[in-house]
């Protein structure tokens, strides 16, 4: 309270509440040679008061200022530019008046909006798959062959059933895969043949190293090759740990939804549904390119000529098509299995990803 005494006199009009009941009445609060005086109407009702027993609300635009006062009395004003230089002369509220301050600069608001966008972008961006990719390291693998042991039951159960391939096709197909296989003795490889007609041509790799080919990928092959191509491909995925991360990802970036929304209601589910989460996994773009990377570098390690990847690809972009052309003319029969399809397909098929194998061939 020690303000100087060349100081103009302060006065704060308002109401005053006791306390004891919701009644109001008029108050007047005033600062004169460094005494700090609440009145609130007859002489016997002024009362002296030190700069330590009040306590000052902070400023929000030009809503009521309130000062706490003892024996729970409070005083409350509309006059906030007044309660602003009561704040500065008996040295109170320094960061509320900072925060009031900040709130009305229109700069620095258009700049702190910006630079929370930006590190949201960059967590979701860059931060979560960074964090996902140590997450997913450093789990056991119990948990990567329970949650694909978990995935593959659910599938057999809806979306896929017996291969239809003869016996011998099948074994000739594992013979062929063998060498390739081999080349990766750190991980433990199995792969397996399915018919899936509601997903078509398709394979896919599962965290614990179980390679999946429906019956219309074998189909669709006109070369054993071609298959060794797309199953170096789905061993990509695997030595990348690209599932669990898809997994662990998925489930952070729901974790960052429930922390910026406030919604708890999905958060004690994520770990019952990672199964669906795998079953429903679309990879990144940039595990993508990691996979493809890997599946180039493997064939030509192997001696494998890197087109019958591409010539796979753009045979199975024409089969795609043509389901989905087939899907719009009869929605009553394919339409929900076009739906599963087009969720489980992890293998978008650009024309950038068939370039990179053809230049490989070229050359």
Do not use: C
């Amino acid at each position: 309270m020690a303000s100087p005494r060349s100081e103009p006199g302060l006065t704060i009009h308002g109401r005053f509440y006791t306390g004891t009941d919701s009644r109001s009445r008029p108050a007047r609060l005033s600062l004169a040679e460094g005494r700090l005086q609440l009145d609130t109407g007859p002489a016997e009702h002024r009362r002296e008061l030190t700069s330590r027993e009040v306590t000052l609300s902070p400023r929000v635009g030009n809503t009521p200022r309130y000062l706490y006062l003892p024996d729970d009395g409070v005083f409350e004003t509309t006059e906030n530019d007044q309660v602003d230089i009561l704040s500065r002369r008996i040295h109170q509220g320094l960061g509320a008046r900072l925060v009031h301050r900040l709130e009305n600069h229109l700069g620095l608001i258009l700049a702190a909006a910006l630079a929370t966008t930006l590190v949201t972008v960059l967590t979701f961006t860059h931060g979560i798959p960074a964090l996902s990719s140590l997450v997913a390291r450093a789990l056991p693998d119990e948990l990567a062959s329970q949650m694909s042991q978990e995935t593959l039951q659910q599938m057999d159960d809806f979306m896929l059933s017996p291969s239809g391939l003869p016996a011998e096709r099948q074994r000739s197909l594992q013979a062929h895969f063998t060498p390739l296989l081999a080349s990766e003795p750190e991980h433990s490889f199995q792969v397996m043949f399915r018919s899936g007609e509601g997903i078509g041509a398709n394979a896919f790799a599962l965290p614990d190293g179980t390679i999946i080919f429906t019956d219309d990928m074998v189909q669709l092959a006109k070369h054993p090759d071609e298959l060794s191509a797309v199953l170096a491909h789905e061993m990509g995925h695997v030595v990348a740990n690209h599932g669990l991360r898809g997994v662990v990802q998925s489930s952070l970036v729901g974790w960052m939804i429930v922390m910026m929304t406030g919604d708890l209601s999905a958060a004690s589910d994520m770990v019952v549904v990672a199964p669906a989460l795998l079953m429903n996994l679309s990879y990144s773009r940039g595990m993508e390119r990691e996979a493809d990377a890997y599946a180039l570098e493997l064939m030509l390690a192997e001696g494998l000529e890197p087109s019958h990847f591409s010539n796979l690809m753009l045979r199975l972009e024409a089969s795609h098509q043509q389901r989905k052309e087939k899907g719009s003319a009869d929605t009553d029969s394919n339409g929900w299995g076009e739906r599963i399809g087009g969720a489980l397909s992890s293998h978008p098929l650009t024309r950038e990803r068939i370039e990179q194998f053809e230049r490989a061939s070229a050359q």
